[in-house]
């Protein structure tokens, strides 16, 4: 029986969940890193609020710079740490890859969300416009809500733990959505009625 492996991660998690999708699709060239194959697809893989790109100057950082409490200083820094000694590319800034890049990775769905006033919103946009180039289009079926449900999971994770010191949150609750599976893109927005719309 095929074993369904689904694949998700928060901001650096995201970033790690999708240098595993390149390493899985490009096999890294250092020596270290072993090559790894999967004898099928991954059933899906959620990523909410991804680190695409070490490049935080975007304006998104500036209009949000009084609801995200995740600043472009900060990132500036946090990137440092993350990468260390190791040379920027494809495989830990996911955004500097092509679109044809992403046409390999062996994944049949993919959920991208992001905070509408987060700083990070407008490099997660343009990474998803990137899927779409070779890949995903929109289905509404059970999948989609076990992808819901992992999504919905790793919310409450994140808001459990994501408190600030001054009792305020990282971001609000609005969502700006994306699902894909393998040639467009729907993007969910609030409708200001407690409700949802599909754009795009």
Not at 2 to 13: E, K, R, T, V, Y
Not at 23 to 47: D, F, M, T, Y
Not at 49 to 73: C, Q
Request: glycine content about 12%; charged content about 20%.
């Amino acid at each position: 029986m095929q074993i369904q492996i689904f694949l998700g991660g928060d901001s650096a998690g995201g970033n790690i969940s999708l240098g595993l999708l390149s390493h899985l699709a490009h096999s890294h060239p250092h020596q270290e890193i072993p090559e790894l194959k999967l004898p099928h697809n991954l059933r899906g893989v959620c990523l909410i609020s991804p680190w695409v790109t070490f490049d935080h100057t975007g304006a998104a950082y500036h209009r949000y710079r009084e609801s995200d409490f995740i600043t472009a200083k900060w990132l500036d820094s946090a990137a440092g740490w993350f990468t260390g000694d190791s040379k920027t590319d494809a495989y830990n800034q996911p955004l500097t890859a092509s679109a044809d890049w992403w046409g390999d990775i062996p994944v049949n769905e993919i959920l991208v969300v992001a905070g509408s006033d987060e700083g990070m919103v407008d490099d997660i946009r343009t990474f998803g416009q990137k899927l779409t180039v070779r890949h995903f289009y929109f289905r509404g079926d059970e999948d989609w809500l076990l992808l819901l449900l992992l999504l919905l999971m790793m919310i409450m994770v994140t808001v459990c733990s994501g408190e600030c010191d001054d009792g305020d949150y990282a971001t609000g609750t609005a969502y700006c959505c994306y699902y894909f599976e393998i040639a467009g893109v729907y993007e969910t927005r609030p409708d200001g009625n407690g409700g949802e719309i599909v754009v795009g």
